[in-house]
């Protein structure tokens, strides 16, 4: 089992900038990704960005050159931070820890936090 506990976030002007923390507990070694997802009112989840444990970092289209996700593996933590946030940005964001264990696969998630983009 994984546990994840987020933070950051919160109600931002069109433009401006918010970080979210994400923090892992528990069996850290089945761990193989760690990112964040977002849904929006009336959407679908959708994946934003992951980082592999190597640091390899993905990004979706919509917020390439806007967010950058890092990791810290000594405190078992990753970020992603936001620029040139836009009102379409407005969702719950869910960090996530892909996991793998003796072949099974498992997704871990956070409790979500919201962040709002005034326009």
């Known amino acids: 089992q994984v546990q994840l506990v987020e933070s950051g976030g919160g109600l931002v002007e069109s433009g401006g900038s918010l970080r979210l923390s994400c923090v892992a507990s528990g069996s850290l070694h089945i761990i193989r990704t760690m990112g964040w997802y977002r849904q929006a009112p009336g959407k679908e989840r959708e994946e934003v960005a992951f980082i592999t444990n190597g640091g390899s970092a993905q990004y979706a289209d919509f917020v390439k050159g806007r967010f950058t996700i890092s990791r810290d593996t000594a405190k078992n933590a990753v970020y992603m931070e936001m620029h040139s946030l836009k009102p379409e940005d407005k969702a719950v964001y869910y960090c996530?820890?892909?996991?793998?264990?003796?072949?099974?696969?498992?997704?871990?998630w956070g409790q979500g936090t919201e962040d709002t983009v005034s326009s």
């Open positions: 996530n820890a892909y996991t793998t264990n003796y072949g099974d696969e498992q997704d871990f």
